[in-house]
């Protein structure tokens, strides 16, 4: 069992900054791809940025040239540098993951952008 905490949610003024941390722990499994996603009431989970265990980054278009995904493997944790944040951010954001077997997900961090 691989178990994610997320930290780093909050509220925050449009125009801001914010950085999410999820660190893995609990299993000896290695963790290939870490990603982060986004949900608000009533629509599915989208994908907002992604990082391979070899650095290799994908992001949504709505976060391009915005967000910034990192990671360090020693510390099986991953990071979302959030700028230039807008209200349409407004969601909760889970980490997420993949090892050879199967995704896990973390229990999720609320943002919130203020106008």
């Known amino acids: 069992q691989v178990r994610l905490v997320e930290s780093g949610g909050g509220l925050v003024q449009a125009g801001g900054s914010l950085r999410l941390s999820c660190a893995a722990s609990g299993s000896n499994d290695r963790i290939n791809t870490m990603g982060w996603y986004c949900q608000t009431p009533g629509k599915e989970r989208e994908l907002v940025a992604t990082?391979?265990?070899?650095?290799?980054?994908n992001y949504a278009d709505s976060v391009k040239g915005r967000f910034t995904i990192s990671r360090d493997n020693a510390k099986n944790t991953v990071y979302l540098q959030m700028n230039s944040l807008k209200p349409e951010d407004t969601a909760m954001y889970y980490c997420?993951?993949?090892?050879?077997?199967?995704?896990?997900w973390g229990q999720g961090t609320q943002v919130t952008v203020s106008s």
């Open positions: 990082i391979t265990s070899y650095g290799s980054t």
């Open positions: 997420r993951a993949n090892t050879l077997w199967r995704p896990y």
